[in-house]
């Protein structure tokens, strides 16, 4: 079966650093997405990764390899506004998105 | 503002109620797409429509009936709903589900629904 783990909760201060991983196991592969979700609020796209390597968009950067079936978030200089879920998703050999649970990233002071 | 507005945000019914949930994009988008998310759980695509044709059901209960008037609206007309349905239901769009492509979808709020 088709499947994408990811931690349900993290914990990190404000002004850190956080890394949200996400690994997958699904049938084919044609690319990777996250997406930020505030309670209550729609969830918002955030990066996409189809080839392997570092993507930087600000403070946020996603990390994709391939051969491991694996990706990583990355969030710098933490906000409190950054406390949200964060969705992590496959397109797979059909184009169909494989939706992992969520993440949900808690900031303290 | 994500262009993409649903109504009703709340919504508690009782299992012999009939009610809609609407969608409005004002993206221009060919595509729209109902999703249910429940708590801890992935989300679960239910329809997508692309130009006014529904092109995917995933398997999901009669007591769930899309309907798609033109691309700009979208609706999900519930029926006898189960206490397990309560969730929070979720419209997007996207550009064009006509060909393989991996685009960026677009979300609503959501409507959150408590079935009693």
């Known amino acids: 079966g088709q499947n994408i783990d990811q931690p349900t909760e993290m914990t990190a201060t404000e002004g850190a650093i956080v890394q949200i991983n996400c690994t997958y196991q699904t049938s084919g592969f044609n690319g990777l997405f996250w997406y930020q979700q505030h309670a209550g609020e729609a969830p918002t796209f955030l990066s996409y990764?189809?080839l392997d390597g570092l993507e930087e968009k600000g403070r946020f950067s996603s990390f994709l390899s391939r051969s491991k079936g694996y990706s990583y978030l990355l969030l710098k200089e933490l906000q409190m506004k950054d406390s949200a879920s964060y969705l992590c998703?496959?397109?797979?050999?059909?184009?169909?998105?494989?939706w992992g649970a969520g993440t949900k990233l808690i900031i303290k002071p | 503002e994500t262009g993409v507005t649903q109504t009703p945000r709340h919504l508690v019914m009782g299992m012999t109620n009939k009610k809609s949930l609407k969608c409005e994009q004002h993206?221009?988008?060919?595509?729209m797409y109902w999703y249910k998310q429940s708590a801890k759980k992935p989300l679960e695509l239910m329809f997508v429509?692309?130009?006014?044709?529904?092109?995917e059901n995933n398997s999901v209960p009669s007591r769930f009936s899309p309907e798609c008037p033109n691309s700009s609206h979208l609706f999900l007309h519930l029926h006898t709903l189960q206490p397990e349905d309560s969730a929070l239901y979720l419209c997007a769009s996207s550009q064009d589900k006509g060909a393989p492509s991996n685009e960026k979808l677009f979300f609503g709020s959501g409507t959150q629904l408590s079935v009693l």
């Open positions: 998703a496959v397109s797979d050999s059909n184009y169909q998105l494989i």
């Open positions: 429509y692309s130009l006014e044709e529904r092109v």
């Open positions: 993206l221009g988008h060919n595509a």
């Open positions: 990764n189809v």
